[in-house]
């Protein structure tokens, strides 16, 4: 609490009371020592005079002692009155009523305190000066912080609604680009069509009369326009991700795990690979057959960028909040450098002729579970096998998995989704 000097505006129309108080702030001079000087008295007695003086200079008073019956203004009304000319300012009401109803209405009124005058003393009217000038600074702190975090909130408010707009605008631009790649890759595969099976009319009936090299050029040409067939198709998935979702169920992500090992189990007898589970997994809410598409991405990578002699597979479940899924391999590896651009559409770290592909597995992985609400990233060095983390929305508990609803279908929903066959 500050001791330096306040300046008292003491409205009062009875001498006698003025006096009284007078001598009593001075009885607070002369006795207290400590505080000598603390209080400057400017006695007035009407309520005009007072109002004048305050709109004359807002700063200059610390605290008023006001008088509720004055010649020009009584009761509550003469607080009213000064309130509506002083916001700021501690009031402390001064009466020789001993009322405690008019005291409470004071209060209510805005008066930070009451004294009744047949009781003041030097000490209780220095305490109540002080803390009423305290509790006025605090309330108009409150006050100032209140209006500036109101402020703040409908800054916030505002930027908000700004996002979320943004982020419509941006929703619908990428589904319109989503709709004009699928359309422009649906149209590029008839004339895509003709030209391989015109490739195959010329190898057919025309081999013999075509010298070595040009059965050779013809031959790469059929087996580029299966590549870029194989690419469209990717292309028209990785759209369709984008353009319908079937309905989220819950996914016990143990079965489709499974069935996913199951439909590679060839490749697995055929280079001896060593799969297991950690589980048991959890139960996602999701549409299954994108769930599988993230499995069978991940799988297949996994089998195909690995020449270990002990090939080996993991899927996983970490114990942490959001149940992050992990499929490690002792593959051979991907320099930190390119973690991010490997989920770039098309991007590959090697060519088709050392590693089959299309560039577009990961990509569509990564549409697939942010489109769900999650995340993928992974842990990964040259030569020290990768393990790719991701995350997918919980279901509430793995008995909410009822029965699916009669209108469900992941082939009606997400038609002819598979990734890394080509139907063309
Ligand atoms: P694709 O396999 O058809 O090339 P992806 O989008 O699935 O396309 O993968 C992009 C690139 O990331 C691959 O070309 C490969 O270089 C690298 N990659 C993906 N998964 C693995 C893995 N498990 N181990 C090593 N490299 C990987």
Redo the contacts with the bound molecule.
Sequence with gaps: MSTKEIEVLLIEDNPHDAELVGFVLGQVRGAMEVHAGLFRTTHVERLESAIELLSADKNRFGVVLLDLQLPDARGIETLRRLREATRDLPIIVLTGLDDDTLALAAIQEGAQDWLPKDHLDGRLLSRTIRHAVERKRIEVELLQHTREVEVARARIERQAAQLQQRAEELDAINRELDDFTYIASHDLKEPLRGISAYCEILLEDYEDRLDEQGVHRLRTLTVLCDRLAEQINNLLTYCRVGRAQGAPVAVDLNEIVAEQIASFSPVLDARGFDICIDGPLPTVQADPTLVGMVFQ??I???L???RSLSPWLEIGVLNDPARTLW?R?N????NPK?HEE??TLF????STRE???????????RKIVSSLGGRIWLD?EPGQ??T?YFTLPLAETPQDSGPRGPHWSARNAVPDLSV?TSDY
């Design positions: 991405n991940l297949s990578n996994g195909k960028y690995n499929v391999d593959g051979i590896g991907i390119y490997i989920f991007r590959r770290l090697h590693y089959e592909g299309t560039g577009a597995g990961l990509t569509i992985v990964s096998g990768s790719f890394k």
